[in-house]
């Protein structure tokens, strides 16, 4: 059975919908700010993208803030299974039991969280939390296809979520990745990653039960691959063949040629050796044949457990307009990036998929074809 994709939404620091984040994305407008939560003065950076009107270490966890408003008047069916993805959760509550001996710090175990998420959504059936690290969200989309397409669901719900708290600050700022100004991926003088929060959902079906149920097709999540270079802790392999590794695994999995790649959207994260390793990966696998490349992450930071499936999103409305966003912050493409990414829009000419590619701690990487 093929899987696609029915139903669509996000939270950003753009703001709420993936209109929001479309228009600030091709408007070149960044929305990474300071950060106003805890004090950064210990840290590397005070930058980040912060979703608005969230309130922290009182109430609610950040991330269920957000899920609130994501699915505030949104109808999942009950009978979809469901994956939730994220690396951290509703650590702000751990953070709170800690440092100021409020609640209990239990409460911030994932599982309790994906209990959370199916009361919100009205889901039942047991769930599945995966965690894997900053390529969390796109790892769910594949393990969701991959359900649909054997035949043992017809009907995933895919959720992810991930915020800005002090522990997940401390924690980029400890290994010097953040930069003081916001972050330029795939630009010769990027200086690191900002961080960012968001929530996404993606409901996936069967194709015949979108048929039957006369859902509007929003793309197909043709085919996934999924590597692990095994080479650090926290730094991907500079040879790239983790990745390289993931895209053809996507790319045999999607019947898709290298030809078929119309664009690419890339993890980009504004880090000197991610960069530069998807790079070198992109020109490994397409032979030097230049093509679309573009981050979102230098107008929202990175975030996270969420990035994939926000990425996804975007990439999906990118198809249907033939039109990849702009880079934000990209003022002077790093070498082997020139000629493929762009601080302006850039238009599809040829291919009718996408790729969306995602690199994490521990050397994940995952790989999705969108048609």
Not at 38 to 61: N, P, Q
Not at 71 to 97: H, M, R, W, Y
Not at 139 to 152: D, S
Request: charged share 20%; hydrophobic share 45%.
């Amino acid at each position: 059975m093929r899987p696609v994709i029915v139903m669509a939404e996000m939270v950003t620091p753009y703001g709420k919908g993936t209109e929001a984040c479309w228009q600030g994305l091709f408007a070149g407008k960044s929305a990474i700010s300071r950060v106003d939560r805890f004090r950064t003065a210990a840290f590397h950076s005070d930058l980040a993208g912060i979703v608005g009107g969230l309130t922290y270490h009182h109430g609610e966890s950040l991330v269920m803030q957000m899920l609130r408003t994501l699915f505030e008047g949104v109808a999942v069916p009950s009978d979809a299974k469901l994956v939730l993805a994220t690396t951290k959760g509703e650590i702000d509550l751990l953070e709170q039991s800690m440092l100021e001996q409020q609640g209990d710090g239990a409460d911030a175990v994932v599982t309790r969280l994906l209990g959370k998420v199916a009361d919100l959504t009205g889901v039942s059936g047991e769930g599945i939390v995966l965690s894997a690290a900053c390529t969390s969200s796109a790892a769910a989309a594949a393990q969701a296809a991959a359900m649909i397409r054997n035949g043992h669901a017809d009907c995933v719900l895919v959720a992810a979520c991930d915020s800005i708290t002090e522990f997940i600050f401390a924690g980029f700022s400890s290994l010097m990745a953040l930069d003081r100004e916001p972050a330029r991926p795939f630009d010769k003088h990027r200086a690191g990653l900002n961080v960012g929060e968001a929530a996404a959902f993606a409901l996936l079906m069967s194709e015949e039960r979108a048929i039957r149920e006369n859902r509007p097709v929003l793309g197909i999540l043709a085919g996934w691959g999924l590597s692990d270079d095994a080479n650090h802790m926290t730094g991907p392999s500079r040879e790239s063949e983790g990745l390289v590794l993931a895209i053809e695994k996507a790319m045999a999995s999607a019947f898709a040629e290298a030809a078929d790649i119309g664009f690419i959207s890339a993890h980009g994260t504004g880090t000197l050796y991610n960069d530069q390793m998807e790079m070198r990966a992109f020109r490994a696998v397409f032979q030097n044949k230049e093509r679309p490349v573009y981050s979102i992450k230098g107008g929202m930071g990175h975030t996270m457990g969420a990035a994939g499936l926000v990425e996804l999103i975007i990439a999906l409305r990118a198809l249907r307009e033939r039109t990849v966003p702009p880079t934000v912050n990209l003022v002077e493409p790093d070498d082997d990036a020139r000629g493929w990414v762009s601080g302006k829009q850039q238009q599809v000419q040829t291919g009718g998929l996408a790729l969306v590619t995602n690199a994490g701690f521990s050397g994940i990487n995952t790989a999705l074809v969108l048609a």
